[in-house]
């Protein structure tokens, strides 16, 4: 945590001169940025898993026919399927799963009073009228919804709010496009419709956790939404996998 928290002052020395009482806050965006920056590649190896996990939509669609009434034999032959052209069921989890501990990282750093046996320097720091240890409801507590920490909260909302309508709207339009077909794993079909809601979840955690975990959460979340409809951008589709064929 000391070395963290040496990381995380010195990129806000840097910063200094740019944004003066803010740079905490700035070096924790470009950390946020950095660390993604880092997963990038392997976002980029995900992407392409998935878009070779669609080109196989047909062969699938061949397997859930022949061996429908036959659960086990199915599940053997897909996996099969995907040994052979290489494509994990899992690769779009991994980034994901390499950022959790950066995250955790951030929410340790700012919920702590004391790092290395000295007091925590780093809770004085302020994103304009918000300290960045302090969560939603301090800011609630002082100063009410339009208080000065409130309105830092406010603008955060906002943008979480637009990008989790961006990614409904995406994953919508992705899950019409390609809709689960029939026999797939017990309980998928649920899960699918929920998936398009999860980007609205992030609301939940910006409230609940520290200022600058918060401020990690909405810099990976809009980074996320600007590198999969890049990443994304020519992925095919159930209907021109089909007209292809």
């Known amino acids: 945590m000391s070395v963290f928290a040496n990381l995380v002052e010195q990129l806000a020395d840097l910063l200094q001169p740019l944004f003066h009482a803010s740079a905490t806050a700035a070096a924790i965006v470009l950390f946020?940025?950095?660390?993604?920056?880092?997963?990038?590649?392997?976002?980029?190896?995900?992407?392409?898993?998935?878009?070779?996990?669609?080109?196989?939509?047909?062969?699938?669609?061949?397997?859930?026919?022949?061996?429908?009434?036959?659960?086990e034999r199915l599940q053997k032959a897909m996996l099969e399927l995907h040994t052979k052209e290489k494509v994990s069921p899992l690769s779009g989890c991994l980034p994901s799963l390499l950022q959790l501990p950066a995250f955790f990282l951030m929410y340790h750093l700012f919920s702590s009073s004391r790092i290395g046996g000295e007091p925590n320097r780093l809770l004085g720091h302020t994103l304009f009228d918000a300290p960045l240890g302090d969560r939603w409801a301090d800011a609630l507590a002082h100063g009410g919804v339009f208080g000065g920490a409130g309105l830092v909260y406010l603008v955060l909302f906002a943008v979480v709010t637009g990008?989790?309508?961006?990614?409904f709207r995406r994953t919508k339009r992705q899950m019409a496009a390609s809709p689960l077909p029939q026999g797939d794993a017990p309980g998928m079909g649920a899960m699918m419709k929920i998936m398009p809601l999860m980007s609205f979840a992030t609301l939940i955690t910006v409230a609940v956790v520290p200022l600058a975990a918060a401020l990690y959460v909405v810099t990976s979340t809009a980074w996320?939404?600007?590198?999969?409809?890049?990443?994304?951008?020519?992925?095919?589709?159930?209907?021109?996998?089909?007209?292809?064929?």
């Open 224 to 245: 996320t939404a600007v590198e999969r409809t890049v990443l994304y951008r020519d992925m095919p589709t159930a209907g021109a996998l089909a007209t292809a064929a």
């Open 163 to 167: 990008v989790a309508i961006f990614n």
């Open 32 to 71: 946020t940025a950095l660390v993604r920056l880092t997963v990038h590649p392997l976002s980029r190896a995900a992407a392409r898993g998935q878009k070779a996990k669609a080109r196989l939509s047909p062969q699938i669609a061949e397997l859930r026919k022949k061996h429908g009434k036959n659960p």
